[in-house]
Every structure is written in structure tokens, then in C-alpha cells.
């Protein structure tokens, strides 16, 4: 008898090869010409260029279970296109602009057209940013995962003038308070979502119809979490900081670009939140503070600027909503 294989073993050689054939093809199209050696090397490498005092700004970071959602529906393009959004807002919260970004791609047992769909997306918007997807690692886990799950992260590297860096320091008591809307859930609270429409149990419940939503379940649960750059760009010169809304809601994240004894007021009544997030509370019965707790509830990324710079930032980003000011203590107050 043949002695074992790694085949046996659950890993397919052939099929991840061709796997990164195709990766390699759609990541190539978004080389800028500062990317040395093209893909396949040990190493990404990236020639830094035009800059006087360049700061680099790194992140990194998955989108959850979101994937749950995207494998019940087999689609997975959606969620590359939100691994690259998350990571750029992330980096632009300082005004880094993104250069290049990796990716890692784990399963049971490799799928090339799961592959393919989840590194279109990935291309699609790194061309969007102007950001050259230089590499990334595909790996067959069979034991780690169970049979057809996969994880997603991404890895993404910006730069930013040392005396352009948005840190937030300047920030003072009475400052303004800005919301730019999101395009949905983005990538945090799946969890909660899924389990409040029980979609393990029932996925039919992805492609019904909702009246509220004006299309599926399942489509509203994989809008591509908004991007923010270039949007906010006009704007950087007239700001002094901006927190980007992930998982934690408004509580958590704004607190990271205040200075330590300042807090904020927010006015809640002041955007609309979106119906998805209002069916969600309504069919799991989610209490209005667990709800800000845990999803952005409409708001992505929130502005601070002067009380005096807020007509100019309007003007420039007329969807920029006055949603409350930075207050004295550590307090985030969400009124109605």
C-alpha cells in the first residue's frame, strides 16, 4: 500500500498553488512603482519616497464573525473590501496615507474560488486607496478548523509627515463633534446580530426580503464597511482628531483620541439611526445602552474640531453632522 500523503492529511498542495496563481494575478494590479520584486518573493519590499520626516503607522485586524455571515450566503468578496476599509480608516484616524497592505488567509482545507473571491475584494479596494496589496500568506489548517471555516486578517503600513500627525493632543474642552455616517454594521457586532436572527439555525432567514432595509438580510449584513479616505482628506487641515466607530461603539473608541481628563457629550437625537440597527434591538430585545455598546448605531467616524472651524468643515463635507463637544472628566454621555 502507498505510504500517507500530505493530502491524506487534509492538505491539498495543487489546489493551494492554483489558489496563488490567481491571488498573485489580481494582486499584481494594484502594484504602485514604488513596489520592488513584484508578488512571490520571501518578502514584500516597498521603496519609500517624497518624504522630509516620514512616520510610518501600522495596524492590523480581521472582520469577526462577519465571516459566518458571508459563508452562509457564499458570497466573499464583500468581506475583502471590509478588511482593507477597516485597516486604512484605521491608520487615517493620525492622517497616515495607506501604501501597502497584506493579507492572511486561513481554512480547513483550501478553496480557491473562496480564495479568489476574498483577495478580489481585497484588490478591488486597495486600487480604490491607492494601495499596493504587496503580499500576503494562504494556509490549509485542517484540526485548527473545522470543516469549511476560514479566517481573514489583514495587515496594512501608511505614512505621515512628522508635523502632520493627527494625535489629538491639541484637543480642548467646548471642541465640536462631528459624525460621518457608516454604511451599516461595518465589521463589529455579528456576533450579537447573528445570534439576535438565529442565522445558524435558520439561514433562509439571509435571503428573505425586509421591507425596512429595501433588500435581504443577508445583503444588509454584508454592506462593505465604508471607507474614509480620501473623503475626510480635505478636511485634515481643520480638524485635530477623529476616532474611528469599530467594535466598543461611541464609549470606546472616542475616549482613545482625547487627552486624558477630557470626555464628550454626545446628542444621540441628532443622527438618524439606520433601520438595520433598529430591527436588530427590536428582535433581540437589546437594551438602547447595549446597543451603543456594541455597534457604531449609524455613526463610522466621528471629527473634533474648534467650534469656529465647524461651518468650513461642513462646507467641505456637507454630510458632517454636529452630534455633541468634548466636555471636561472622562465621561462619554450618550443623551437623547
Keep these: ?50 518624504y522630509r520626516q ?7 485586524d480581521g472582520v469577526g464573525t462577519k465571516l459566518k455571515v458571508a459563508s452562509l450566503v457564499g458570497r466573499f468578496d464583500t468581506v475583502g473590501i471590509d478588511l482593507v ?7 487615517y484616524t493620525c ?15 483550501m478553496a480557491p474560488e473562496k480564495a479568489e473571491a476574498l483577495v478580489k475584494g481585497m484588490a478591488q479596494a486597495c486600487q480604490a486607496v ?36 493627527l494625535d489629538g493632543s491639541s484637543i480642548a474642552q467646548g471642541d465640536a463633534l462631528l459624525a460621518i455616517p457608516s454604511s451599516g454594521l461595518h465589521t463589529n457586532g455579528y456576533s450579537l446580530a447573528r445570534r439576535v436572527f438565529r442565522v445558524e439555525e435558520d439561514p433562509a432567514i439571509l435571503r428573505r426580503f425586509i421591507p425596512e432595509l429595501g433588500r435581504t438580510l443577508g ?21 485635530k482628531g477623529m476616532a474611528h466607530i469599530t467594535g466598543g461603539g461611541l464609549e470606546e473608541n472616542v475616549p482613545r483620541v482625547l487627552p486624558k481628563g477630557l470626555g464628550a457629550r454626545f446628542n444621540t437625537s441628532a443622527w438618524e439611526v439606520p433601520p438595520l440597527f433598529t430591527l436588530i434591538q427590536k428582535a433581540g430585545k437589546v437594551e438602547r445602552e447595549e446597543m451603543f455598546r456594541v455597534f457604531n448605531m449609524g455613526v463610522g467616524m466621528v471629527l473634533v474640531c474648534a467650534p469656529e472651524k465647524v461651518e468650513h468643515v461642513r462646507r467641505l463635507l456637507p454630510e458632517a453632522l454636529v452630534v455633541g463637544e ?4 472622562s465621561e462619554i454621555l450618550l443623551s437623547r
Design 1 to 50: 500500500m502507498p505510504g500517507e500523503t500530505y493530502l491524506d492529511a487534509g492538505v491539498d498542495r495543487p489546489a493551494a498553488q492554483r489558489a496563488k496563481d490567481v491571488i498573485k494575478a489580481l494582486a499584481s494590479a494594484t502594484l504602485q512603482p514604488e513596489v520592488l520584486g513584484g508578488i512571490g518573493f520571501f518578502g514584500g519590499m516597498y521603496q519609500l519616497q517624497g
Design 130 to 165: 491607492g494601495c499596493s496589496l504587496i503580499g500576503g500568506e494562504t494556509s490549509e489548517l485542517p484540526g485548527v478548523y473545522s470543516e469549511g471555516e476560514l479566517d481573514l486578517v489583514g495587515f496594512i503600513v501608511g505614512v505621515v509627515e512628522k508635523d502632520s500627525v
Design 54 to 60: 516620514p512616520v510610518l503607522v501600522s495596524s492590523t
Design 219 to 239: 445583503e444588509a449584513l454584508l454592506e462593505p464597511h465604508r471607507c474614509y479616505y480620501p473623503l475626510l482628506e480635505p478636511v485634515l487641515p481643520h480638524i
Design 95 to 109: 492622517g497616515a496615507r495607506p501604501l501597502f497592505f497584506l493579507d492572511y488567509i486561513a481554512m480547513s482545507r
Design 85 to 91: 476599509n477597516h485597516c486604512v480608516n484605521d491608520i
Design 326 to 329: 468634548v466636555t471636561r472628566g
